[in-house]
């Protein structure tokens, strides 16, 4: 897995994440079957944020980027301060998620979930806030056999 932190410009200064207050790990799919974090950046600048509303992203060939990183998200409404985001590149209502990318994923939440002193649980985005995300396609019962399972 390679982890890639592309300096993204934000449009306004990012405030830090406290990770002691973080309790969800929340996971997301792009919606699109094709795009790059560049592309997500500039969509979330066009909708008037400051940039990249998730703290990584996922490319379908396993690769991870880092957008806000340790700073507070712009993902779900509500939680954004006690979470962390992670999307992944994709359409999850209409295509299957590659192995590269889900190993990916297993292990920076895995990875992630151990920085935060107060971690509870990994959410999808439509547990949170009214929406279909991550997907109905989303591997989500073999995601979390494939986190928890010791």
Same mark, same amino acid.
């Given at each position: /897995? ?5 300096? $993204?410009? +934000? ?16 996971? &997301?799919?792009?919606? *699109? ?5 560049? #592309?997500? &950046?500039?969509? &979330?600048?066009?909708?008037?944020? *400051? =940039?990249?509303?998730?703290? !990584?992203?996922?490319?379908?060939? =396993? ?10 998200? *712009? ?5 954004? *301060? ?14 299957? /998620?590659?192995?590269?990318? +889900? ?5 920076? %939440? ?6 935060? @002193? ?6 999808? &985005?439509? !547990? $949170? ?9 989303? @591997?989500?019962?073999? $995601?979390? #056999?494939? %986190? +928890?399972?010791?």
């Amino acid at each position: /897995m390679v982890v890639r932190n592309v300096n $993204l410009k +934000f449009n306004s200064i990012l405030e830090p994440l406290d990770l002691n207050e973080v309790k969800y790990i929340v996971v &997301h799919h792009a919606e *699109a079957s094709k795009a790059s974090v560049d #592309d997500i &950046h500039r969509w &979330h600048i066009d909708n008037g944020w *400051a =940039g990249i509303g998730y703290n !990584e992203y996922i490319r379908k060939d =396993g690769s991870v980027y880092i957008g806000r990183g340790d700073n507070i998200g *712009a993902n779900c409404k509500g939680f954004n *301060a006690i979470s962390y985001g992670i999307c992944c590149e994709g359409d999850y209502s209409k295509e299957e /998620m590659p192995s590269a990318q +889900f190993d990916a994923l297993v292990e920076k %939440i895995k990875y992630n979930k151990n920085r935060f @002193p107060n971690f509870e649980d990994v959410k999808k &985005h439509s !547990e $949170l806030n009214n929406t279909a995300c991550p997907g109905s396609k989303f @591997p989500w019962a073999l $995601l979390l #056999d494939s %986190i +928890f399972a010791e």
